[in-house]
């Protein structure tokens, strides 16, 4: 079973470059999420979507853009990259809302530089 | 401000013995808890959670204990083994159950 998958693992960007993380799930689940963690914090939500076509912003949202045109694809769009934006990056699933019994599925992870 | 609240950076225990992890929260209306395991270079992936309903819930050597009124969790591990040595996340959902909120974690080393 894949689950969540993202890609890229590893990246490097120069300030003020833009790029995308991309990231799929195949469980069929209606809710999607990145998130970021500094070293040393926990991880903060950048921006979830509820279902295909509905986003909406998180805690840390500033600098970034994300899109939910299928069930599957929820991409996360960096644009003018900043160093305060070096981080590691998971992209995860939920099939409902925080309800007893559900539970948060997370990617690998996505490791971005900028320098 | 921190809402959920993971006050020890690490903890190293024998293998063998128990490892106790805690975690507060500071929102009363937070009624569904995760905890998560997370390996150097992977994602987070689920362990154990508790529903406000309950004040305890085992999984194997797994067990998390509730206190609603203290607004406290804490994460039993008996017996602790080497592979257990990660960082454990506590974690809530908000109170639209849109997203989870995490403490900053707490890293778990379990020596033999």
């Known amino acids: 079973n894949a689950g969540v998958t993202q890609t890229p693992k590893f990246r490097i960007l120069k300030i003020g470059q833009s790029m995308t993380l991309q990231c799929t799930q195949d469980?069929?689940?209606?809710?999607m999420y990145w998130y970021r963690q500094d070293p040393g914090m926990g991880l903060k939500l950048i921006y979830y979507?509820?279902?295909?076509?509905?986003?909406d912003k998180g805690e840390v949202p500033n600098g970034y853009n994300v899109s939910r045109s299928t069930t599957e694809d929820f991409p996360l769009r960096l644009e003018l990259a900043a160093p305060s934006q070096t981080s590691v990056y998971f992209c995860?699933?939920?099939?409902?809302?925080?309800?007893?019994?559900?539970?948060?599925?997370f990617g690998e992870g996505s490791w971005l530089t900028v320098v | 401000d921190q809402q959920v609240k993971q006050n020890s950076p690490s903890l190293s225990v024998q293998e063998g013995r128990i490892s106790i992890l805690n975690c507060d929260y500071t929102?009363?209306?937070?009624?569904?808890f995760l905890w998560y395991k997370k390996y150097p270079a992977e994602g987070p992936t689920f362990l154990i959670s508790?529903?406000?309903?309950?004040d305890k819930n085992e999984d194997g050597r797994f067990t998390v204990f509730l206190n609603k009124s203290a607004k406290h969790l804490s994460l039993h591990i008996v017996p602790s083994q080497p592979g257990d040595s990660a960082v454990y996340f506590c974690?809530?959902?908000?109170?639209?159950?849109?997203?989870?909120?995490f403490g900053k974690g707490t890293t778990l080393s379990v020596s033999s």
């Open positions: 995860a699933s939920s099939y409902s809302a925080g309800t007893s019994g559900n539970t948060i599925y």
């Open positions: 469980m069929n689940h209606n809710y």
């Open positions: 979507s509820v279902g295909a076509g509905i986003t």
């Open positions: 929102n009363s209306m937070f009624d569904y």
């Open positions: 508790i529903s406000s309903i309950k």
């Open positions: 974690a809530a959902f908000n109170q639209a159950g849109t997203a989870l909120i």
